[in-house]
């Protein structure tokens, strides 16, 4: 072996280091550019396009605007709209030629769009194909996908005598539910029918992605299995209908569905099966689920087993997404200590990362998960610490985007309620409900100063047996359990200390595990040097940017015990309430159509007939603004029902009934008068 001198050693050694300095400036710098070029996209009408013809249900939108004071420019709205997180619903050109069931137009047209509550937009720069707000392209390892942005979910609009206002980071009113069932049937379709099918090879072909018509074919009939087995697996016992999707059981069913592994499947498959059965299936699939090739494992089975074999086996493998919430409002969310309805993600340090990483495992990303037979860095910081096989958890998940969205998040504001459009705000009334508002609501509901550089958002947390509204999302978080696979043996922080994952472990505490080692997994698509330095850029970002620290949840909820490691998370969050006239309907499921109906009480046995109280049954998916009430008009749509368990507008009477506080006494229900001051009154937060 060559002897080096310690002085030529020195000089080897500064010379690395220059080299990676160097490297990590032109990272940084074409990082910069790269942002620079992102928000190039300033298009004055943010894309947005009017829909003047009555849809479905005779509803129509004349103009589009934008309300002047959410801290956004044209240019920051398109760039929330167009940056991918990695999500890969199918490939891009099947998307742009796919038609729908009944006709040939193409089923991303704008009014078919429009029928889901998802938001029209005209061609840009950004979005040359003028897809709706929150689809975008994407690429991973050389193929072009489309997929969902944040924007999907968080860009709401409210509509009123022809206007439309567009609120970013608003709640979206989206159906997603029927969007994915209608899409994935749509596929179906394609794949057999024989003129549908010409049609679409001929349009893929032309965009000279796919080189031939078997290609083609063999991809339609992947995803059309895929979407459609998704629309399956996730068909909801209580309909989500619009704006309310069940986004945490949907992500606990693709981690369930991606960290099986061969011996826990075989183990499942001959529980579930018929014994006559089990033979001839292990035998179709031994090859499939070999530890060496674990990729896709289910989705690979399935031409084994026959539909009835493959519902049970999803019986015996997912949980039943059913408890649907409205999609949370965006603004102020850096400045949170906690996130999510029930507080399940803490904001501190690089968590934003893991939190929307498992977001986008959720919707759509590509999880190319697979056996290895040596560590990695990367599997050493996900703590993979095994001396055999670990687990490559490569994805499209664009962790860079991430980090740069958040911090995007940091300049959105709440917005103001438009008195030009919606009508002027009674001043004296809201004085009066200034101050019904500091008895009845501010010991939970903070108030807080939009336009603050300095604000921030103390979570105040209160126990299901506390606030008495729907438990069923609190209580799927913490009891939803599910095979480790992959992951099982491998331990995961809790606020109470580390648990080991056994052979079936808590589904929150598998998705951290995940987490974890996505964000731990470099770009695939990317050279490794480059890769690495880039991830590890921006953990150092995330961190040095986020200005919020590790802290104790507030409020009255139970507390994690080494025995319920995750008992404080039956609980649902309370925050300010600036912006809140701009996200109905109302609780965290969406079971309150207005905030005049918030301040009813629920009717119970013994209560008089004549009395005023939330309705039982509305319509959701009207964008139709009434501003007395505040919320969305409710005679058109699809019928909510609040006797299903999570959908029940029960709890949260605080003003609607008397109201004890913490010192004993009990302030009385409010008059019908006093609901108006205290509604005017949040008009102006």
Known sequence: MMNISAEHRQKII?????VGLFV????VFAGGISRVYQFWDDDPDRGALAMPEPDHWGEHFDHVVYLPDQGWSAADSLWFYTTTQGSDLMPYDFFLALEQMDTAKPFRDNAHMNKYRYLPQKPTFSNPDGLSVGFVLDNYKGQNYVGLTCAACHTGQVNYKGTAIRIDGGPAGADMESFMEDIGRALTLTMHDGVKRARFIKAVLARG??????DIVADLDKYAQRVSTYAVINHPTTPYRYGRLDAFGRIYNRVLEHVMSAEQLRDILARTLPLDDVDRVMKGVQNVISADDRDHILERIRPFLSVKQQLRLGQAIY???????????????PQHDYVQWNGLAANAGVGPIGRNAGEVIGVFGTLDWR?????????????????????????SINVRNLRRIERHLQKLKSPRWPQKILG???????????????????????????????????????GVDIVKTDPKMANNSVAYSGYSGILRNLYVDTSVGEIMLQRTAPVAALLTKADINVVATPDPDKWRV???????????????????????????YTPDTTVEPFASLQAYKARPLNGIWATAPYLHNGSVPTLDDLLLPVRREGDPKDGEYRPQTFKVGSREFDPIKVGFRTDLGDLFETRFLGNT????EYAARPTPQKDGTVLPALTREERQDLLEYLKTL
């Open 24 to 27: 990590a400036v032109g990272l």
């Open 209 to 214: 992605h796919y080189r031939n018509e078997s």
């Open 424 to 462: 002027p705000i009674d001043a004296e009334r809201a004085q009066r409900g200034d101050r019904l508002f500091a008895k009845y609501c501010v010991s939970c509901h903070d108030e807080m100063d939009r336009d603050s550089a300095d604000r921030r958002v103390i979570a105040q947390m209160t």
């Open 14 to 18: 500064h010379r690395a280091i220059k």
């Open 319 to 333: 949980n039943p997404p059913n408890a649907p919430v409205s999609y949370p409002f965006l603004w102020d969310i």
């Open 649 to 652: 507008n029960v709890g949260h």
């Open 530 to 556: 480059q890769a690495w330095l880039e991830r590890l850029y921006d953990f150092a970002s995330a961190f040095f940017d986020n200005e919020i620290k590790p802290s104790i949840k507030q409020g009255q």
């Open 371 to 395: 056996s290895q037979r040596h560590s990695t860095l990367s599997t050493l910081i996900g703590g993979q610490d095994s001396s055999e096989a670990t687990v490559n958890f490569e994805s």
